[in-house]
């Protein structure tokens, strides 16, 4: 349901594999009974109207349904989990001695992750 990846694409202002990740939040949300009319159906009816006009914005996120709001919430968490250190942690290596300390490479990837780690925190408010 999420590409080969398993992984939503988030920017600093809306969803940028929206469609996916409305899909999953659609189906992760529903009922048992909507779900079975879902695979019923063989999806959803054509709904493209719907879609064009629900842009997974950072103020749309911010209005899902309560269940969804959790779930991403939870998610979210758990991504941070897995990194082994945290936006605290990243931003003292940002500290000008420590910094100028790290290879090139390594500067790089701090700045991927502390960008990573930013996003995935404003996420977090956005949806508790």
């Known amino acids: 349901m999420v590409g080969e990846e398993g992984a939503f694409v988030l920017g600093w202002d809306e969803v ?4 996916e990740l409305s899909t999953t ?27 064009e006009n629900s842009t ?19 998610s979210v968490l758990l991504t941070l989990e897995s990194y082994g250190s945290d936006l605290k942690a990243e931003q003292d290596l940002l500290n000008k001695e ?16 502390y960008g990573q780690k930013r996003i995935l925190h404003q996420l977090l408010e956005l949806v508790h």
């Open 56 to 74: 997974l914005s950072n103020e749309a996120l911010s209005r899902l349904k309560t269940p969804c709001k959790k779930l991403l919430y939870d």
């Open 16 to 19: 940028l594999t929206e469609e």
């Open 25 to 51: 939040l659609k189906v992760l949300c529903m009922s048992e009974e909507e779900f079975r009319e879902y695979k019923e159906q063989g999806g959803w009816e054509d709904d493209s109207e719907e879609e």
């Open 98 to 113: 420590t910094y100028e300390k790290l290879s090139r490479r390594e500067q790089q990837a701090l700045h991927v992750r």
